[in-house]
T-cell receptor, first 110, second 113 residues
Framework: GQQVMQIPQYQHVQEGEDFTTYCNSS?????IQWYKQRPGGHPVFLIQ?????EVKKQKRLTFQFGEAKKNSSLHITATQTTDVGTYFC??????????FGTGTRLLVSP | KAGVTQTPRYLIKTRGQQVTLSCSPI?????VSWYQQTPGQGLQFLFE???????NKGNFPGRFSGRQFSNSRSEMNVSTLELGDSALYLC????????????FGPGTRLTVT
């Protein structure tokens, strides 16, 4: 069935280093959403991308949707301890079912 | 605006029992979706309700069901609980559906013993 994989599963960085998580779908997605879940918390919406090749920025975060609409990435520049959490991508399949990625857990050491 | 609320926050049930979880969406939101989150399977879509109608359904057995009321509040029910149903159940609301920004509630932590 539909699968959305994220890599890496886990990354531990020093504060100030950059971080990137990649999201790969087995089928074309109509859109891609990104969420952040802090430890013990619930997912919080970050952004949605709809167009092929779209790039959006939010302060230190850069989001990209692939040309084939089957992959996406989230890049954080100069990580801070407040960036700690698990980052999920989520996309809609042709049947409009929302499928979440496997998540990337980010740990930032001061 | 008040956020999405879910009750109860924690629940312990025995195998074979049934359970009902409740979700109150943000005022004005007509779409409510339910998700199951486990360490092994991640976040999985259960179903979405919009204006009291189930609009979409994930790949879960019929033991999982839900409904939405005229005030957009939603309940999900799990019958004949199994150990594997232990999970965090998250509810999310949106003005129009999962194709747009969703606001998640704090979740209900269900433990089946």
């Amino acid at each position: 069935g539909q699968q959305v994989m994220q890599i890496p599963q886990y990354q531990h960085v020093q504060e100030g280093e950059d971080f990137t998580t990649y999201c790969n779908s087995s089928t074309t997605l109509s859109n891609i959403q990104w969420y952040k879940q802090r430890p013990g918390g619930h997912p919080v919406f970050l952004i949605q991308l709809v167009k092929s090749g779209e790039v959006k920025k939010q302060k230190r975060l850069t989001f990209q949707f692939g040309e084939a609409k089957k992959n996406s990435s989230l890049h954080i520049t100069a990580t801070q301890t407040t960036d700690v959490g698990t980052y999920f991508c989520a996309g809609h399949t042709g049947f409009q079912k929302l499928v979440f990625g496997t998540g990337t857990r980010l740990l930032v050491s001061p | 605006k008040a956020g999405v609320t879910q009750t109860p926050r924690y629940l312990i049930k025995t195998r074979g029992q049934q359970v009902t979880l409740s979700c109150s969406p943000i005022s004005g939101h007509r779409s409510v979706s339910w998700y199951q989150q486990t360490p092994g399977q991640g976040l999985q879509f259960l179903f979405e309700y919009f204006s009291e109608t189930q609009r979409n359904k994930g790949n879960f057995p019929g033991r999982f069901s839900g409904r939405q009321f005229s005030n957009s509040r939603s309940e999900m029910n799990v019958s004949t609980l199994e150990l594997g149903d232990s999970a965090l159940y998250l509810c999310a609301s949106s003005p129009t559906g999962t194709a747009y920004e969703q606001y998640f509630g704090p979740g209900t932590r269900l433990t089946v013993t």
